[in-house]
Every structure is written in structure tokens, then in C-alpha cells.
């Protein structure tokens, strides 16, 4: 019966990144957290895997759309694989299931969940039609401005940011890694930006998920029910996504992830 209702969690949660393209890790960490009452430590490290498997996925059909960026990525890479690593080897040296280890996942994962709540909020109310359409007619005047950041360093350093959230919260790579994309490259299209996120989140979630299983924070049974409830979720939502009332969605879900992460950071 337990391992249906990990199934089913894996469903749910992929349908709703199929149909808003919301991180799981804000809502799968969660889930793993106070409804099945796992360890921060083996929620999150299992939740990186699974993250990672299943934005791999996505890259590759993003990919073939030519939809990816990696001139993008790879600066976002650039900041943020050598934060994990550094992430990494804090986590380590305290160890992983260390009281203090614990205190710092869980306050840190309520901070990421309050900032994916507001950048989920942002999302919301920042895609106007006037908006994107004004975008629109600044990228047909000069295609080249949309890779380019406002500044060669920010991708960098906020990658570096979501590099460390991810790694010690499995959370940041969605909805906060879309907003940063959004506020850097403000004339990148949205299904670049969609593509630019998805990508460069699977090196990222598969170094430091890699590294939690070094460190014995990977239930390896878990991550394999959890993939097979999420990765039809994702093909269904993906397909619907079109008919979904996306708006009232997102809404919904920033409150909910805001519930989450306060209950955390008052833990």
C-alpha cells in the first residue's frame, strides 16, 4: 500500500510540472518530508536523482526542438556545478545526518520554498500579453540581444546561488531558476527560457544527487517508485497543459509552497 502512495505522489507531482513547469523539488521534497515522514537528509538527496532523471527527459525533446540555449546553460553551469561540489564537500565534513546538518537543510529549504513561492507569484503576474508582446518586437529588431545577459557575470553568480540551494534543498532549480532567467535575459523567449532551465538543471541535480548517493543519502527503491508515478505525470501533463487554467494553478501552488516553507524555517 506505501509503495502506491509513493507511485502515486510521483504522479501527481509530475503532472504538475508537466502542466506549469513548477520544479518538483519544491513539491516532492515536501511531500517526502511531512506526509511520509522521510529524513530531510534522504528526501532530498533521493529527490536530486529523481529530478535529475526526469529533466533529462525533457532536455532531450527540448533539445530536439532546438528550444535549448547552451550558450545560457553553460554559464549557469558555470556558476553553479562548482557551488554544488563546495556544497558537497560542507556537507561531508559535517555529516549528512549531523543535527546540524538537519538544521541547516530544513532552514535552508524553507527559505528556497518561500522564494519559489514568490518567483511562482511572479510568474503570474509578470506574463501579460502586453509584456510579451513588447518583447517580441525588441528581439525581431536585434536577435543577437536575446543570449545576452544584462551583466557576463550575473548567470554566474546566480547560478552559484541556486547551486548551493539545490544541493543542500533539491529546491531552486524550477520556478527560482525560471525567474532568474527571466530578470537576466529579459528578451529571452519563454520556451528558450523553459529550455534553458530544464537543461542546465541535469547536470546540476545529477552532481549533487550523485554526491547525496556518496554520502548514503539515496533511497534507491524510493527513487524508482517515484519514477514510475512521475514520468507518465509528466507525459499526461505536458499534453493537457494547454486546456489547464494555469493561472489559478501557479496561484494555488505559491501558497501552498509558502505554507511549506514556513512550517520549515519555525521547525
Not at 44 to 66: C, H, N, P, W, Y
Not at 117 to 133: C, N, P
Amino acid at each position: 500500500m506505501h509503495d502506491f502512495a509513493f507511485i502515486f505522489a510521483g504522479f501527481a507531482v509530475g503532472l504538475i510540472v508537466g502542466l506549469t513547469g513548477v520544479g518538483g523539488g519544491s513539491l516532492m521534497t515536501p511531500i517526502l518530508i511531512f506526509f511520509f515522514g522521510i529524513k530531510p537528509h534522504m528526501a532530498i538527496g533521493t529527490d536530486l536523482l529523481f529530478a535529475a532523471f526526469t529533466k533529462l527527459g525533457g532536455t532531450v525533446s527540448l533539445a530536439r526542438q532546438r528550444l535549448v540555449p547552451w550558450r545560457v546553460v553553460g554559464m549557469l553551469c558555470a556558476g553553479s556545478i562548482p557551488a554544488a561540489l563546495a556544497s558537497l564537500w560542507l556537507l561531508r565534513s559535517l555529516g549528512p545526518a549531523s543535527a546540524q546538518a538537519q538544521h541547516i537543510m530544513t532552514t535552508t529549504l524553507g527559505v528556497a520554498l518561500l522564494l519559489t513561492a514568490a518567483a511562482t507569484l511572479y510568474k503570474v503576474i509578470a506574463f501579460s500579453h502586453a509584456k510579451q508582446a513588447i518583447d517580441h518586437a525588441a528581439r525581431l529588431a536585434n536577435p543577437a540581444l536575446a543570449t545576452r545577459p544584462r551583466h557576463w557575470s550575473l548567470p554566474v553568480l546566480l547560478g552559484a546561488v541556486i547551486g548551493t540551494l539545490v544541493t543542500f534543498t533539491s529546491v531552486g532549480a524550477g520556478a527560482v531558476g525560471v525567474t532568474v532567467l527571466l530578470l537576466v535575459y529579459p528578451l529571452l523567449p519563454l520556451p528558450r527560457i523553459i529550455g534553458a532551465d530544464i537543461a542546465y538543471a541535469v547536470p546540476l541535480t545529477m552532481v549533487a544527487g550523485l554526491g547525496h548517493a556518496s554520502l548514503g543519502s539515496v533511497d534507491w527503491p524510493l527513487l524508482g517508485l517515484l519514477l514510475a508515478g512521475s514520468l507518465p505525470g509528466i507525459w499526461l501533463g505536458s499534453r493537457l497543459v494547454s486546456h489547464a487554467p494555469e493561472r489559478f494553478i501557479r496561484s494555488a501552488l505559491s501558497v501552498l509552497l509558502a505554507w511549506a516553507g514556513a512550517k520549515l524555517i519555525l521547525i
